[in-house]
T-cell receptor
Framework: AQRVTQPEKLLSVFKGAPVELKCNYSYSGSPELFWYVQYSRQRLQLLLRHISRESIKGFTADLNKGETSFHLKKPFAQEEDSAMYYCALFTGGGNKLTFGTGTQLKVEL | KAGVTQTPRYLIKTRGQQVTLSCSPISGHRSVSWYQQTPGQGLQFLFEYFSETQRNKGNFPGRFSGRQFSNSRSEMNVSTLELGDSALYLC??????????????FGPGTRLTVL
């Protein structure tokens, strides 16, 4: 069965420091990976997807099939990046997503 | 365009009761998915409806059911409520097709508390 693991419940960094939110997945086929973000008192929203290979708000994520990882990175953290981040896996058919348990990112001044 | 709306936003029920939650997708969206969000388990997929048919189902007991109407609005029902059903229930809508191509837009959720 597919599974997504986000090992850190809370990640605290200083403003301007690099950020890396870890995500590992378990799936034997060809996965599609997403990062969703939930800012305080806002709805869950898509941040980026690996097939787009784009940078959103300075964040990037590369799918590493060998290590079954899809870590989210940003070179310089900003205060507005503070939020809950969820990694999600799609394995085909419809819109069923398997989410990790999320990592709370706190950017301190 | 108006976003996904969910009603009610808050609900308090007692054990053994049943509850119905409603979700109105973004206009033109035909897929509606439901997720349960709890602090311990995170987001867990319940089911997805597309064109009034259940297209996907998660690993939840039969007490959890849903349906979709011809206008794409969806309802989910939980019967014989248990304390463990206390959670935030999120609805997400998307266009035709699957998650490979279409972004899912989430609603604000319905906070269900079972006493």
């Amino acid at each position: 069965a597919q599974r997504v693991t986000q090992p850190e419940k809370l990640l605290s960094v200083f403003k301007g420091a690099p950020v890396e939110l870890k995500c590992n997945y378990s799936y034997s086929g060809s996965p599609e990976l997403f990062w969703y973000v939930q800012y305080s008192r806002q709805r869950l929203q898509l941040l980026l997807r690996h097939i787009s290979r784009e940078s959103i708000k300075g964040f990037t994520a590369d799918l590493n099939k060998g290590e079954t990882s899809f870590h989210l990175k940003k070179p310089f953290a900003q205060e507005e990046d503070s939020a809950m981040y969820y990694c999600a896996l799609f394995t085909g058919g419809g819109n069923k997503l398997t989410f990790g348990t999320g990592t709370q990112l706190k950017v301190e001044l | 365009k108006a976003g996904v709306t969910q009603t009610p936003r808050y609900l308090i029920k007692t054990r053994g009761q049943q509850v119905t939650l409603s979700c109105s997708p973004i206009s033109g969206h035909r897929s509606v998915s439901w997720y349960q969000q709890t602090p311990g388990q995170g987001l867990q997929f319940l089911f997805e409806y597309f064109s009034e048919t259940q297209r996907n189902k998660g690993n939840f007991p039969g007490r959890f059911s849903g349906r979709q109407f011809s206008n794409s609005r969806s309802e989910m029902n939980v019967s014989t409520l248990e304390l463990g059903d206390s959670a935030l229930y999120l609805c997400a809508s998307s266009l035709e097709g699957d998650a490979s191509y279409n972004e899912q837009f989430f609603g604000p959720g319905t906070r269900l508390t079972v006493l």
